[in-house]
DNA sequence: CCAGAATACTTTAGGCTTATTCTATTTAGA
DNA sequence: TCTAAATAGAATAAGCCTAAAGTATTCTGG
């Protein structure tokens, strides 16, 4: 079902080691808030690179491609590109890129609207096909991954990160109005 | 004391909009795995974001080049490339080219050694000085970000992360060892 | 000693991401 | 109405990252 991207068709290489990630060599005396960083940096790098890999190996596809296609299931009446583009959190111009390739291999679909400056994209009936083939397995990977934790350490973690979510929500928000100091 | 990379002069834009990210979108019926790894995703993504604004518009640099002089700062005797590489959980070819902007700026050396194949990789005395001054900000910006949780809640944090990675670690290498099957 | 394996690094091609700038269209205010 | 601002998307240039292939050097076992 899947339009396999050549250029993606690889074997897996060599990862990166790990015998000493960066996070290992945080010293004593940094401070609590700069460890507690690197070691989410590390966790969310290790979970990331192997579903990347994953994808790209058992499905000749990428995370972004992936994540746009999850977007657009959890969204059957299509999703406009700017809303994409901030739900993905990234960029509008990086949604056309992705868009477009996904919309050459038949797995994606724009639509026009009333409002012709927009479209409404949508999973053609092979995308949905295609994503549901590997939204199963991409859940394995993740449970598989996350399942060092017990349930009652999901919920704790589950909490602790909504905190650090809503405040970093918070202070990055602040910091990006601007200080109307002048004029 | 930074030479700033022109490239990188540039006012600060627009970020993608945050009403509602990728976590949000997660169904109700969604596995708690899964919802776990994109609040997982979602957190690291936004203090990421915000250090790499923060390093583009103060320093006119970029994460991977501030790690890159961290590493360094921490191992003043030098470092190889592919030591770096392994700490900083990236492929070589990265490695290379970022070192190589480095010695163009004046931030980092290259000295052969006795293994003419490998280089160790330092901090000029103006990296130093560099760095010293980003790490300051740095880490205030990565303490004000994680501000909203207490003490206790940071320990609790790191120690369940702690179980993530290793977890992580284990499932990922033992699939990285290719099953023998002949030959 | 010496041939083959391993290691350290570089190069290349392709994809992702960003910030910025541009075009087309819509909306809103005088 | 008609012009200015806002919005949607596309195009562009630069950096990051990877996998794969290439080059030089070192190591190792016969």
Known sequence: MLRPNPALRRT????PGR??????????DDHRALRLWLRMLTCTQLIERHI???LRVRFSTTLPRFDLMSQLERHPEGLKMNELSRRMMVTGGNITGIT??????????RR??????AFSV????????????????HETWVVGLLS????????????????VK??????????????????
Chains 1, 2 share one sequence.
């Open 12 to 15: 897996a290489a060599r990862t």
């Open 19 to 28: 015998a000493s990630d960066r996070e290992t060599a945080a010293r004593p």
């Open 52 to 54: 990347r890999n994953e």
């Open 100 to 109: 477009d390739q996904l919309v050459k291999e038949g797995l994606v679909e």
């Open 112 to 117: 026009p609207l009333s409002d012709r400056r």
């Open 122 to 137: 949508k999973l053609t009936r092979a995308g949905g096909k295609a994503f549901a083939e590997m939204a199963r397995e």
């Open 148 to 163: 060092g934790l017990t349930r009652r350490e999901h919920a704790d973690l589950l909490g602790l990160l909504a905190k």
């Open 166 to 183: 809503s405040h970093a929500l918070i202070t990055t928000d602040a910091e990006s109005v601007e200080p109307r100091t002048s004029e």
